[in-house]
């Protein structure tokens, strides 16, 4: 079934500069990439995805890229804040019988200081 | 505004004891998932279900069952909690959207110590 590694764990910058999160994947039909945001002690919520038919996707300071040959998509933030300290989950979505299911990343906790 | 609500947030339980987290949403979506949250580990699917009475195992399903009597409502079943089932679950759903991928929106979890 689908892996996905995520790097690095944790993550500290100061506050304006960018921050990166890699994800890699193992099965070559995953079609989309999900991004999700868990604040502290709260849910996590998407903040952005792509699909397997794109390359990049730009929101205001967020951005993912995927790279399908190489199994591999990033999240990149720039000119960070505090308000971007929280964990940042990637996932993908295997295509399992039509079945609408994520496997996720561990996670990385990024602390944005001021 | 999609609303996703977990019966509590926190449950202690003790081994043994059958345990009973209840997860509702009210957005009419297919899809209903369970996860469990653990450091270092991410969040892991248990069990997941694409429609009313019908469920998927996730890749943790050892230890736990669900039940979907109702589109709406998902629940997940510890038929006899043990101590390395502490942990948060999270409840999600989502619809069943073009290419069989959506948005999946999330409940506030339940912490649970099993003690």
């Known amino acids: 079934g689908e892996n996905v590694e995520q790097h690095p764990s944790t993550l500290s910058v100061q506050e304006g500069d960018s921050a990166v999160i890699k994800c890699t994947y193992s099965d070559s039909a995953s079609n989309y990439f999900p991004w999700y945001k868990q604040e502290l002690g709260k849910r996590p919520q998407l903040i952005i995805d792509i699909r397997s038919n794109v390359g990049e996707k730009k929101d205001q300071r967020i951005a993912v890229t995927l790279n399908k040959t190489a199994k591999h998509f990033s999240l990149h933030i720039t000119e960070t804040q505090p308000e971007d300290s929280a964990v940042y989950f990637c996932a993908a979505s295997p295509w399992d019988g039509g079945y609408n299911k994520l496997i996720f990343g561990a996670g990385t906790r990024l602390a944005v200081h001021p | 505004d999609v609303k996703v609500t977990q019966s509590s947030r926190y449950l202690v339980k003790r081994t043994g004891e059958k345990v009973f987290l209840e997860c509702v949403q009210d957005m009419d979506h297919e899809n209903m998932f369970w996860y469990r949250q653990d450091p270092g580990l991410g969040l892991r699917l248990i069990y997941f279900?694409?429609?009313?009475?019908m469920k998927e195992k996730g890749d943790i399903p050892e230890g736990y069952s669900v039940s979907r009597e109702k589109k709406e409502r998902f629940s997940l079943i510890l038929e006899s909690a043990s101590t390395n089932q502490t942990s948060m679950y999270l409840c999600?759903?989502?619809?069943w959207g073009p290419g069989g991928t959506d948005t999946q929106y999330f409940g506030p979890g339940t912490r649970l110590t099993v003690l």
């Open positions: 279900s694409y429609d009313v009475k």
């Open positions: 999600a759903s989502s619809l």
